[in-house]
């Protein structure tokens, strides 16, 4: 027998709360299908990891969280490289378990596996990208408990969406970036703008398919986080992600922003066929040091085969 998870990646276009407000960790982000993440696993007589040793070390910290570290099997994963913006870890931990789950006949759902090995102690979005897919808007952590609300859209399958990923450099690890999120402030002023952005154009974007409505939203979203972060980054962007935005700029992309730390950055278009036609541009520019990707907004959580 032999169980594989597949699923996409994801994209955080910035937190619309702050750990001192109500409600916080709320933020927005979306699925996408590309890059994909995927772990097979099988029964065998020892306990084989076939991965670059970086996404090795996810498996095996969350086999050993999840009180599975003793079980023979093989697991093989395909997965983006950590660290660079796209949601790796998270999506490579609820990956794992949920193939290992499987294979054992053990039930235990997404959210229960994502506390137990230590996903979502701030946002949920990646725990929504693998449930749900979809654009998600997550209202926050309540205010008892772990858990948070989160809606999660269906995003336009003809809008195209541009990632630019550079081969080498990548963002802080969780311990380098825990100390500057836990001092991430947002005024109460900036808070009930950012959250009026979200209801006022980005989800009415997405809903009515008004697309420079949408990409509107997201450039005034990242405009207040990436201030707000600006001293930690040294600028509304990090030094790594700047020229993939000048370059996205240059093709006419909209909506362009950071993905969490970066270094990766999106943009969109409003058809994949832009999309293809504005990513030969951008590569040229950006060189052979980068990848570019043209994807789309993935409106179903992982898929799980069994053979």
Request: aromatic letters at 6%; a neutral charge; hydrophobic letters at 40%.
């Amino acid at each position: 027998m032999q169980v594989r998870v597949r699923t996409g990646s994801r994209i955080h276009m910035g937190f619309i709360s702050s750990p001192n407000v109500t409600r916080p960790w709320a933020g927005i982000g979306l699925a996408v299908e590309d890059p994909t993440v995927e772990v097979s696993v099988r029964g065998s007589a020892t306990r084989e990891i076939v991965a670059e040793r970086d996404h090795a070390e996810v498996v095996s910290r969350a086999l050993e969280l999840l009180g599975l570290g003793s079980i023979p099997f093989r697991v093989e994963v395909s997965a983006p490289r950590r660290h660079i913006g796209l949601g790796t870890t998270t999506q490579l931990t609820l990956a794992t378990c949920t193939a290992v789950l499987k294979l054992l006949g053990r039930e235990r759902g997404p959210i229960e596996v994502a506390r137990l090995t230590g996903r979502g102690a701030r946002s949920w979005i990646g725990i929504a990208v693998f449930t749900r897919g979809g654009f998600v808007v997550d209202l926050g952590r309540k205010e008892e408990g772990w858990e948070h609300d989160l809606i999660a859209l269906p995003f336009p399958a003809d809008w195209g969406v541009v990632l630019c990923v550079p081969r080498d450099a990548r963002g802080p690890d969780e311990l380098q970036e825990g100390p500057a999120l836990e001092a991430f402030r947002l005024d109460p002023q900036q808070v009930k703008e950012l959250r009026s952005i979200v209801l006022g154009a980005v989800v009415p974007g997405i809903v009515g398919r008004d697309f420079r409505e949408f990409c509107g939203g997201v450039e005034g979203v990242q405009r207040t986080v990436g201030e707000a972060f600006s001293h930690v980054q040294g600028g509304r962007f990090s030094a790594h992600s700047v020229k993939a935005v000048d370059a996205l700029a240059s093709t006419g992309a909209s909506g362009i922003g950071q993905s969490s730390w970066g270094p990766t950055v999106y943009g969109f278009f409003a058809s994949i066929e832009e999309a293809l036609r504005a990513s030969t541009r951008v590569q040229e520019e950006l060189g052979e040091g980068w990848s570019v990707v043209v994807t789309r907004g993935r409106n179903r959580g992982a898929e799980v085969e069994v053979s």
